[in-house]
């Protein structure tokens, strides 16, 4: 089991910046990629960015991408997102996800591809 806890959000103007934290504990950080995704009042989850296990490749939504930056720390078991230029439209629930992978290179970008879940923590972009 792996547990996971946002924190990080909360409420800002557009156009300034936020970063979400991701802590996870039970199991070894570094064997797991993760996602981040988000969901909005009436809308289904979607995903926003991935990183594998190692970094070493990650991916964006094209809404997101040149102004958000995924990244991690294994030694604090920790994954992030930068956010940068947000917008009303990024207002949302955010939820970090993780997957156990052999494959030190593989991200997901489905929300079924994940295993363990957190909470979320709320961003709220007021224009």
């Known amino acids: 089991q792996v547990q996971l806890v946002e924190s990080g959000g909360g409420l800002v103007q557009a156009g300034v910046s936020l970063r979400l934290s991701c802590a996870a504990s039970g199991r070894t950080f570094s064997n797991y990629a993760m996602g981040w995704f988000r969901q909005a009042p009436g809308k289904e989850r979607e995903f926003v960015a991935a990183i594998s296990r190692s970094g070493g490749s990650t991916y964006y939504a094209d809404s997101v991408k040149g102004r958000f930056t995924i990244s991690r720390d294994n030694a604090k078991n920790t994954v992030y997102l930068q956010m940068n230029s947000l917008k009303p439209e990024d207002t949302a629930v955010y939820y970090c996800?993780?997957?156990?992978?052999?494959?030190?290179?593989?991200?997901?970008?489905?929300?079924?591809?994940?295993?363990?879940w957190g909470q979320g923590t709320q961003v709220t972009v007021s224009s």
């Open positions: 996800a993780a997957r156990w992978r052999y494959s030190s290179l593989w991200y997901g970008t489905r929300r079924d591809e994940y295993d363990y």
